[in-house]
């Protein structure tokens, strides 16, 4: 079932590209969270959307917001990926149990095994505010990130 805008985000825990552990919930009364699902490390579009993350979007680097990345690739694979291209935020492991957290927000494509192109913005209480799902070929659009964020303020 997908995750709806007003709805409480879900809890998760996953492993970074360092192996540290995050959790959702350890960021509530913190941080508003932007949370991005993609398909694959090191594939075109999603290469190209998380450089355009790196590069144009420096709401991520707020003390008030945290950028979230996932996919279920492994802890390994985000570390090189992260390493080759300079990404900072973290890059969260979906790996085992394979998909969980992008099936609990509805992105999953049972078909593919691999998250579609899903975002959500959840506000510091944990509630979905905004998001957008596309189709694995269709990138987003980190300026629509933007102009939801600014809504919160």
């Excluded at 350890?26 to 932007?34: A, D, P, R, S």
């Excluded at 594939?43 to 420096?58: H, I, K, Q, W, Y």
């Excluded at 991520?60 to 492994?74: I, N």
């Amino acid at each position: 079932m997908a995750v709806e805008i007003g709805d409480k985000a879900p809890d998760f825990e996953l492993k970074d590209q360092h192996g540290a552990p995050v959790t959702l919930s350890g960021l509530h009364g913190k941080k508003h969270v932007v949370l991005v699902f993609y398909p694959l490390a090191f594939s075109g579009v999603c290469s190209s959307e998380l450089c355009a993350m790196r590069d144009t979007f420096p709401e991520a680097e707020r003390d008030d917001v945290e950028l979230l990345t996932v996919s279920v690739d492994s802890m390994y694979t985000h570390r090189a990926w992260a390493e080759v291209e300079g990404y900072e935020f973290g890059l969260l492991s979906d790996f085992w149990p394979h998909g969980e957290v992008a099936r609990s927000y509805g992105v999953f494509d049972d078909d593919k095994g691999i998250a579609t192109r899903g975002t959500f913005i959840i506000d510091k209480d944990g509630i979905v505010r905004w998001k957008v799902v596309n189709a694995i070929p269709q990138a987003r659009d980190v300026a629509d990130y933007q102009r939801a964020l600014a809504e919160l303020d």
